[in-house]
């Protein structure tokens, strides 16, 4: 994938002929801790990418993903990403966090349907966040990300599966 430019990943994933990391084929819980990484990890995630995206701010919703995953979200936590978002997306500066804020409340609306026992796709937050890394990097910068970010979807996905007994 490093030989297409972020704009070229960006719209194959869009139409389809790219299948976007932690796709619908997968393990719900899987696709819910890659979202966490996605948004907090220090690494790979968008609080390493975007300077303005607030640590905290990536903490907690990182923390209703994982919530998500184990069906431990709270409305109450649900409802604070969800107000998270929308006052980031207000009072955002830039493009990049207004995409950010903007991919951050295309998961609560996920998070919503999966814990009412809806599928969930995910693609809108996951588009958000490459084109976040676009408005905020050069192209090569944002490919490296895109990268990085399958790289860790492919580590979880590879993995054995674990239970919980």
């Known amino acids: 994938m490093t030989q297409r430019s972020g704009y070229d990943l960006l719209h194959a994933i869009a139409r389809g002929v ?30 390493s990418v975007i300077p303005s995206f607030p640590q905290i701010a990536a903490g907690q919703v990182a923390a209703a993903c994982r ?17 998270l978002a929308h006052t980031g997306l207000e009072t955002a500066q830039t493009r990049a966090l207004a995409l950010v804020w903007s991919a951050i409340a295309d998961t609560c609306t996920d998070a919503a349907d999966y814990l009412d026992g809806l599928d969930f796709g995910g693609l809108e937050a996951v588009l958000g966040t490459v084109e976040a890394v676009l408005h905020q990097h050069t192209d090569p910068v944002a490919a490296a990300f895109f990268d990085s970010a399958c790289a860790a979807w492919n580590r979880r996905a590879a993995a054995p599966v674990r239970r919980v007994a």
């Open 67 to 83: 919530a998500t995953a184990a069906r431990t979200a709270t409305p109450e936590q649900r409802g604070a990403v969800k107000v």
């Open 18 to 47: 790219v299948e976007p990391p932690a796709s619908d084929a997968f393990p719900a819980v899987d696709r819910w801790r890659w979202f966490a990484d996605l948004y907090a990890d220090p690494a790979c995630g968008l609080v």
